[in-house]
């Protein structure tokens, strides 16, 4: 705290500006405009494209800027979301808010995400307020915009300046407005979004009452043909033996399923959509030189050169990051997942994944429990030279391995 230089080079206004020049901002898609004035909070966006003269005016008039992924337009955000998306094991998001001296942009409101304001220009001042119920505790969804009303005394007011940061979890209420001798920019981000213990279970307990259907006659049976009649919330009061008996049987048929969950694959499936949210890897040099990204096939001479990727089985290989795949056996086969070519765009993209034959199983977990260790391509667990080739080769091409040394001078 106190060190206004301390997050400069992530974002400014100038980079802000430099986005809106660029002419691939648009309005609701990627930025938007916002007031909250007397209780009542506005959206002000015109469609088509944000062009600098309409966002400033804008903002001279008195209304707030939402820049909804800046990560696809400054690569310091993107490098920075990144590392954080590696340490949280969860999607890291950010949006910027550039609000005028004396306004407020939004409504007080709580979020469905662990949030990080990090104060980069100006100063705001923020009021947190706790979860009003414990319903709201930790809350899988975002609510509704708040009146000053239905909030009680914050338990934090503070004036964020620059180089500070603000941490509130899911379920904490805020809201934060600008001074009147100065202007605000501030990123907020975010992270552990429908991650929680019950978003697990969402997609382990289908998975385990449909092993326990296939398995368990007892899960196959019939229910009793007067249930109806004893059963239900008009029911509920009645002191009935087959109540009793019906209630029984449903708990035992509950304790009973988690004999057949499927923990490990429905974390592969957590995995899998967790893929599907990340930022592609930011490469150093050397990872460029080393991948497909660095490879130097050009236009020369009339014609393609330098396109032969040529792997050998003394060719030493390694996964570009550990965290990049997630092998998941499916009801259509064995899949390998992969974030590599990912859009900086949350969700621009489909899924990106490759159907691999099950015998090349043992070669992907081989290159998982070696990394960050180079291996040859001959020590692939694959049944012969030519497997092991296409295998790697295959990989090198998604972006996925890296060669130890460059396979061909630029």
């Known amino acids: ?18 986005a809106l020049r660029r002419g691939e901002v648009h309005f609701g898609t990627h930025l938007d ?18 062009l600098p003269a309409v966002v400033w005016d804008f903002y001279q008039n008195g209304c707030s800027l939402r820049l909804l992924c800046p990560q696809a337009f400054s690569p310091t955000v993107w490098h920075f979301l990144s590392i954080l998306q590696e340490q949280f094991g969860s999607m890291a998001g950010a949006n910027t808010y550039l609000t005028p001296p004396g306004t407020q942009g939004f409504a007080p409101h709580y979020d469905d995400i662990e949030a990080f304001v990090l104060q980069l220009e100006g100063k705001k001042h923020w009021r947190v307020y706790s979860p009003r119920t414990d319903a709201e505790v930790l809350p899988q969804f975002s609510s509704a915009n708040l009146t000053q009303a239905e909030l009680g005394e914050p338990v934090l007011e503070t004036v964020l300046e620059a180089g500070d940061l603000l941490y509130f979890p899911r379920g904490f209420i805020h809201q934060g407005d600008c001074l009147p001798d100065a202007h605000s920019l501030h990123i907020t981000v975010s992270s552990y979004q429908r991650n929680s ?76 959509l967790f893929l599907h949210d990340c930022l592609p890897p930011v490469l150093t040099q050397s990872e460029k030189a080393q991948s497909v990204y660095g490879f130097p096939a050009r236009w020369q001479d009339g014609g393609p050169c330098n396109v032969d990727i040529l792997i050998t089985k003394d060719t030493e290989v390694r996964l570009l990051r550990h965290g990049i795949v997630r092998l998941c056996n499916e009801e259509s086969g064995v899949m390998l997942y992969y974030a590599t070519e990912n859009s900086r765009v949350y969700h621009k993209e489909e899924p990106k994944f490759l159907e691999l034959d099950p015998e090349y199983t043992d070669s992907i977990e081989f290159l998982l429990s070696s990394y960050p260790n180079h291996v040859s391509v001959d020590n692939l667990p694959c049944e012969t030279l030519e497997e092991k080739i296409s295998l790697a080769t295959l990989l090198f091409e998604k972006g996925i391995l890296t060669t130890k040394k460059p396979l061909a001078q630029v």
């Open 33 to 50: 405009v916002t007031s909250y004035a007397e209780g009542v909070r506005e959206t002000h966006n015109p469609s088509g494209r944000a």
């Open 197 to 272: 213990w019950g978003d697990f279970l969402e997609k382990l307990l289908p998975a385990a009452l449909q092993m326990a259907l296939e398995e368990d006659v007892e899960f196959r049976r019939g229910l009793p043909m007067d249930y109806l009649r004893y059963m239900g919330v008009a029911n509920s009061d009645t002191v009935d033996a087959r109540r009793t008996a019906f209630v029984e049987k449903v708990q035992s048929l509950i304790k009973k399923l988690v004999d057949y969950a499927p923990i490990d694959a429905a974390v592969d499936q957590r995995a899998k």
């Open 1 to 18: 705290r106190g060190d206004p230089g301390y997050y400069a080079g992530l974002f400014s206004t100038a980079d802000f500006d430099a």
